[in-house]
Nanobody
Framework: QVLLVESGGGLVQAGGSLRLSCAAS????????MGWFRQAPGKERELVGV????????YYADSVKGRFTISRDNAKNTVYLQIDSLKPEDTAVYFC??????????????WGQGTQVTVSS
């Protein structure tokens, strides 16, 4: 069992940056791939990126590549999503998830409650 709690969302102007955090509890965190998703109003949930259990492999959706960076600190049971050059279209609820596998084919079993990111133009 893995419990995930996101934080760090908020209201930010376009062009700004945010760092989201996802704190995990549960003995399996270090063996889990971790993913970040987002869901904008009226849209389907979108995979933003994935990081392998070791942190040695990352995957990003084309829509965020170059602006989003996923990292993890297994000693702190925390995964991060650094978002730079924010755009209004990045406005969404951001979720972290724990699972297994690599890249866009990873499967996720556990989900956080989400944190709201709102970007003003």
């Amino acid at each position: 069992q893995v419990l995930l709690v996101e934080s760090g969302g908020g209201l930010v102007q376009a062009g700004g940056s945010l760092r989201l955090s996802c704190a995990a509890s549960g003995r399996t965190f270090r063996s889990n791939a971790m993913g970040w998703f987002r869901q904008a109003p009226g849209k389907e949930r979108e995979l933003v990126g994935v990081i392998s259990w070791s942190g040695g492999s990352t995957y990003y959706a084309d829509s965020v590549k170059g602006r989003f960076t996923i990292s993890r600190d297994n000693a702190k049971n925390t995964v991060y999503l650094q978002i730079d050059s924010l755009k209004p279209e990045d406005t969404a609820v951001y979720f972290c998830a724990a699972g297994y596998g690599l890249g866009p084919h990873a499967k996720f079993d556990y989900w956080g409650q989400g944190t709201q990111v709102t970007v003003s133009s």
